[in-house]
């Protein structure tokens, strides 16, 4: 075994004098000649048609420069996970005949200084028809919601289901043997990242036809990859650079700023940088997804659990993102790190007219932990049990499978509840002191 060198020691950060002196370049601090800067034209209701757009008072703004719009982009409908399979292909980089969420970009304005093309934004005149909208994600399946999707439903299709399925054992009929039913509802809210820096991009044209574009992404080779194909620019003519981020916490790995940045440097023939104000970045950049979970554990009087049934929404908000593989995440952690032998989950990823929603910090198993521990602790409530008793039971073990079929293989959660009992002083059991993860391997037995 090789000997750790780090845990238990002091670990310099090499970025940190940096940070602590001043000296640390970010993506804004990078100097460009004649710099134009570009803001988005945004939706101020959150449905509607797009009946007509009228730029000639953004026209005479001092510094105005240009204006995009769909008919700018060479492909304007993406998804960020094509890239890995997922798709289709739903939301688009300036809306065309529908605006889906309060705050989509419709257009955008490039001025000679972010003042000016802000002004120039706020005078472009939109004409829209107010739509009705859906904001609730059980409301959205409803038969008589309205529809936001061109397919013609408000859910996300995962292999031919309505609903990203997971099935284990007869979950009925171990319903039948239990001896407690335990129920719960659980429910978390969009949670805003809030970087100290907020998204950002600057795209720079080159003498050789190339683009560098300069991106505070925590997703260079997806906002690479997705801004080529968006803008049907060859992969080799764009050169993506990264480098310190202000803060992300997953908020920034969505293909948001890069391809309207490179769009505006490729028509003006000017560097172009699209920097989210702070309340563009709290409006509408994407948060941590709202989710609504319902259990419904099987136990014994002992605090087994022999049976779960989940039935788990995520808000994806108006388009795709990174939801439809959060919540396939979200389904396959839904026994937490407990032993359930049978087990029914439908997890949905529902369309509504919210800003979409995206990546945070374990995106999609994050809500499910939360449901997981407070339902633990519902059932060792009902039942009159010990908290900590009914984890100890119910927790994997080496060779355990999982109700996705996989194979238990680096079970811990016993070792660590041993741990932290003695940290807090805690007393346990001597069963429980004497428990081990290896107890169903061959290791064990040795």
């Known amino acids: ?14 970025d940190g004098e940096g940070h602590i002196k001043g000296q640390t370049e970010y993506v804004d601090d990078i100097p460009f000649q004649n710099l134009k800067h570009l803001h988005a034209v945004r939706s101020p209701v959150a449905h509607a048609e797009i009946k007509g757009l009228d730029f000639s008072a953004a026209e005479e703004v001092d510094g105005f420069v240009d204006y995009l719009t769909h008919e700018d982009v060479p492909n304007n409908l993406y998804t960020i996970l094509r890239l890995v399979g997922v798709g289709p292909d739903e939301e688009p980089l300036l809306a065309e005949d529908r605006v889906r969420y309060e705050g989509e970009p419709i257009a955008a304005v490039i001025a000679d200084s972010k003042g000016a093309a802000m002004e120039a934004a706020s005078k472009v005149e939109v004409d829209l028809e107010e739509l009705p909208a859906v904001f609730d ?15 013609g439903t408000n859910h996300f299709e995962f292999e031919g289901h309505h609903c990203r399925r997971v099935r284990r054992g007869d979950v009925d009929a171990a319903f039948e043997e239990a001896d407690h039913i335990v129920e719960g509802r659980y429910q978390t809210s969009p949670i805003e990242q ?6 950002s991009a600057t795209a720079k044209p080159e003498a050789n036809g190339r683009f560098t574009v300069h991106t505070n992404t925590q997703a260079l080779f997806f906002s690479l990859d997705n801004t080529a194909i968006t803008l049907d620019i060859p992969f080799e003519k764009l050169q993506f ?8 916490f997953g908020g920034k790995v969505d293909v948001i700023v890069e391809q309207l940045a490179t769009l505006g440097a490729k028509k003006t023939g000017y560097p172009v940088r699209y920097k989210f104000t702070r309340e563009e970045e709290m409006k509408v950049s994407s948060p941590r997804g709202a989710w609504r979970m319902y259990f419904k554990d099987g136990v014994t009087d002992d605090g087994e659990i022999i049976a779960r049934e989940v039935t788990s929404y995520a808000d994806a908000g108006a388009y795709n993102r990174h939801t439809p593989y959060a919540v396939t995440k979200h389904a396959a ?22 800003q979409p929603s995206s990546a945070m910090r374990g995106f999609g198993v994050t809500p499910c932990s939360f449901a997981i521990e407070n339902h633990m602790d519902k059932i060792a409530d009902e039942l009159g049990l010990d908290r900590w008793e009914v984890r100890f039971k119910n927790a994997y073990k080496n060779g355990d499978i999982t109700p ?5 293989e680096d079970a811990s959660l016993i070792e660590c509840m041993q741990s932290t009992a003695e940290m807090i002083d805690v007393d346990l059991p001597e069963e429980f002191k004497q428990m081990s993860s290896l107890e169903n391997t061959e290791e064990h037995n040795v």
């Open 333 to 354: 952690n839904l026994a937490g790190p407990y032993n359930i032998p049978n087990a029914k989950f439908d997890c949905y990823c529902v369309y509504t007219n919210k």
């Open 194 to 199: 809030a970087p100290t820096e907020t998204t």
């Open 241 to 248: 650079k990264g480098g310190t981020v202000g803060g992300g």
């Open 1 to 14: 075994m090789k000997e750790l060198k780090s845990v238990g020691t002091t670990i310099k950060r090499r």
């Open 404 to 408: 996705h079929r996989k194979e238990v």
């Open 137 to 151: 994600v059980e409301e959205a399946l409803e038969d008589d919601a309205p529809i936001l999707k061109d397919w």
